[in-house]
């Protein structure tokens, strides 16, 4: 396993020829979490130790992975999901779905692009640019870089501000026409179109302006910080895993 590919660590080929044994590729995203339970109880220590590696198998339908670096992410909804933005900000706040939903939508096609290969040609995200969001908190001077935080407690991401302000760069609220759903990272997920899919936080609960890039979760384990599509450690040719 290339050693740039932390995603698939601890997802080695006898995980797969048991994924494949139990059929799992035909069952679909429903009945992964149970799936993930008895597989992990059926795996013992080394499950635990890696999710990744057992979560990063498992189809999310429309040829999208699902990906988690945890076992289980509480549902959110309308009522109980909350996005704050802090940090270096004059006005410090947390929006409801609802208040995110009033903000001007916009629109973005692009292709997919996972790190590992799996591409998903022409998806659709709206939702809510990010640099408005930004704007209406008001990024201090000394504000160079914003984290993004998640409700599943784990995960992690990073943008300079520049690369934040972009126009392609957005809180997103709907994938394909549809709401987000949980298992692609709803109510609200980062959609960072130019770069590989691991810069699109998924369960997005946190947006805090840094003065400086404080490396996420996969980019502490190997992954470039600027994760261009094309100009980063991708293998976008590589075949779908
Ligand atoms: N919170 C969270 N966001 C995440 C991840 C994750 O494990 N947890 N994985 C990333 C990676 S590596 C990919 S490829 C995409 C997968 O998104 P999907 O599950 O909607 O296909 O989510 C990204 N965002
Ligand atoms: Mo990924």
């Known amino acids: 396993m290339d050693e740039k590919q932390p995603e ?7 995980r797969r020829i048991l994924l494949g ?9 429903a009945a992964a979490p149970v799936l993930q339970g008895g597989l992990e109880s059926f795996l013992g220590a080394a499950a635990r130790k890696d999710p990744t590696g057992l979560t990063g198998l498992l189809p999310n339908g ?24 802090n940090g270096l900000v004059d006005r410090p706040r947390s929006y409801t779905l609802d208040e995110l939903r009033a ?30 969001i930004l704007d209406a908190a008001g990024v201090k001077a000394r504000g160079r870089a914003i984290r993004f935080t ?7 991401e990073s943008l300079t501000l520049d690369q934040a302000r972009r126009d392609d760069v957005m809180v997103a609220l709907r994938m394909r026409d549809e709401p987000l759903s949980h298992t ?13 899919f691991y810069k699109s936080a998924k369960w997005l609960s946190g947006i805090t302006v840094t003065p400086q890039v404080v490396p996420g979760y996969w980019e ?8 261009w599509v094309g100009r980063s450690n991708g293998r976008d040719d590589a075949p779908t895993v």
Request: include cysteine; aromatic fraction near 12%.
């Open 8 to 14: 698939q660590r601890g997802a080695p080929v006898g």
């Open 103 to 132: 903000l001007p939508q916009t629109r973005v096609v692009r292709d997919v692009q996972c790190v590992t290969g799996w591409r998903v040609p022409q998806t659709t995200f709206e939702g809510v640019k990010l640099s408005r």
């Open 150 to 156: 998640c409700f599943d407690g784990a995960y992690s």
């Open 184 to 196: 692609h990272g709803g109510p609200a997920r980062l959609y960072v179109a130019p770069m590989y």
């Open 21 to 29: 044994t139990l059929g799992l590729g035909a069952v679909g995203v």
């Open 220 to 227: 502490e384990r190997g992954y470039d910080v600027d994760a």
């Open 62 to 85: 429309g040829g999208f992975r699902y990906y988690s670096v945890v076992s289980s992410v509480p549902e959110k909804t309308a009522a109980t999901f909350r996005l704050t933005v």
